[in-house]
């Protein structure tokens, strides 16, 4: 709870607009699994590889990677970076290709490779800022160890996941 708080605290303050992102993870569901949404919900985000059951960032904040998300281009666990724009759907940004993500500033971002013709060339997703990277959401497993028997019962374990 203090996490959005401050952040809405932050952003109120702030003397340039910016914005703030509330989201709630998302699980399989189903006609019939409420409780077992709910049972999954409940869980540590150590059950998650530490993946957040509700994410709150703003605009101007420092996030770190929970898992990596390309090694070649130096996008890699633990890495930390600002968040510089969020966009909560395809309708504020033109250059999207679908979906909600954040677009952070890695400074250690080096370009994703594109091994087209035999040629390592780097491909920047914002030419004009090339340390930014969009990170799109990701879908993380419940680790089995952390899972409910009555869960395993009832649901499938590729289908215990939060994204």
Known sequence: MHNWRQLLNECKESTE????????????VTSDNSQIMDALSELPPQAYDYAPDILCVAE????????NVNSAS???????GTVVRLIFNNADDDVLLAGDHIIVSFAGFQGFVDRKDGTDRRIFPYPN?????????KRFSVKISSLLAWIRKKQLEKDCYRI
């Not at 992102?21 to 399989?28: E, L, N, Q, S």
């Not at 130096?74 to 930390?80: D, T």
């Open 17 to 28: 607009h910016r914005r703030m992102y509330i989201c709630k993870a998302t699980y399989h």
């Open 74 to 80: 130096g996008i890699v666990i633990s890495q930390s």
């Open 60 to 67: 101007g904040c420092t996030v770190a990677l929970l898992q």
């Open 129 to 137: 800022q090339p340390t930014w990277v969009p990170v799109f959401r």
